[in-house]
């Protein structure tokens, strides 16, 4: 019977969420997006155009295949600056890692769509103590309204 | 029932390292551990939290990894996660004022062809520390030294709250 247990539902997000609320110097904004999962991923996930229209300080990103899930993306800045991310990559999913950078974004179902979250943070010595700050950093670093309207152009297309 | 124990669990085999990494900070190596973790924290939280599951495994998860640094050796892992799963889905069930049994117009018509339906309805009517035994002993097979230790009540406490636990979920199951 122990396979009639039920068991709880643990979304992309939420997993999110525990990744936000255990790191120090990170923030998680969320933002509701009127489409469905798959297809708000299939623009989310697209990471060589989207992140550069996510992510204010990016002005353009590559991206070259590794192993299985796992991606190299190369980010410049406009101020010049330079940054190698691992990525992790999968439906719902990305997770992606520099020296001194992380963001993580999430998709899920919700009744209104699809729940998106997305999380930026500082990967810095004593960054704890910028505390009062952290919460700012997600929000001012990502603009998810401009998902929004990428989904909603990629809708149109269909 | 078949116990579910750490030697079970997928993706071990790296784990010590997998936990090394996470506690340098390598959010990398803690995004892999989340990857395992989730199933088996949700797999926990499921029956006791109910409604409230997904809730209390984000909040164990969150337990487990703002306190990770504190493990000393990682192939303790499961066992020091399953206590605090344990712990925080019975802290959100009793939050969530679920502790009151269900009122018996709740109760599913015999045969309902859904069985896991059926199995969650009956553990509703139990309070959440019942559910916290149930899961101990006959989801994860522990016995009754580690489940009072997990549980933090002596083992005859927890013996006679298996009991009446066994009993009430036998009561409710064949109403």
């Known amino acids: ?76 800045g406009y101020l010049g600056q330079r940054a190698r991310f691992d990525v992790v990559l999968r439906p719902g999913w990305c997770w992606m890692q520099s020296r001194f950078l992380l963001c993580g974004m999430a998709a899920a179902p919700d009744p209104d769509g699809t729940r998106f979250g997305f999380l930026g943070g500082l990967r810095l010595p004593g960054v704890t103590l910028l505390h009062p700050l952290l919460h700012l950093i997600g929000p001012a670093a990502v603009r998810l309204d401009r998902l929004q309207t990428d989904v909603q152009r990629h809708l149109g297309q269909q | 029932m078949n116990p579910i124990d750490a030697g079970e669990h997928p993706a071990t085999a790296g784990l010590p390292g ?11 190596a803690m995004a892999e551990l989340l990857d395992v973790l989730a199933p088996y924290v949700a797999r926990l939280c499921g029956p006791i939290a109910l409604g409230d599951g997904a809730d209390a495994a984000q909040e164990a998860l969150i337990a487990v990894f703002t306190q990770i640094g504190q493990l000393r050796e990682p192939a303790a892992l499961f066992g020091w996660v399953r206590a605090i799963a344990i712990r925080e889905a019975v802290r959100v069930a009793r ?3 679920r502790a009151a049994p269900a009122e018996l117009r709740d109760v599913p018509a015999r045969g ?29 097979g522990l016995d009754e030294q580690t489940v009072s230790d997990i549980l933090a ?9 298996l009991h009446r636990a066994r009993r009430r979920f036998r009561q409710e199951w064949d109403r």
């Open chain 2, 153 to 161: 009540v002596s083992t005859g406490t927890a013996k006679s709250r």
């Open chain 2, 95 to 97: 939050k969530a004022h």
């Open chain 1, 1 to 76: 019977m122990n396979q009639h247990w039920p068991v709880a539902d643990l979304d992309p997000v939420r997993k999110l969420r525990v990744m936000a609320a255990s790191i120090p110097g990170t923030g998680l904004t969320e933002w509701i997006i009127d489409a469905p999962p798959e297809l708000v991923w299939q623009v989310a996930s697209n990471l060589q155009a989207e992140m550069p229209r996510l992510v204010r300080d990016f002005r353009s990103v590559t991206v070259t295949a590794g192993p299985g899930e796992r991606l190299v993306m190369h980010a410049r």
């Open chain 2, 112 to 140: 309902d062809p859904q069985l896991a339906s059926e199995v969650r309805d009956v553990l509703g009517r139990l309070a959440p520390h019942h559910r916290a035994i149930l899961v101990l002993r006959d989801l994860e």
């Open chain 2, 18 to 28: 997998l936990v090394r990494a996470a506690q340098d900070g390598d959010s990398m």
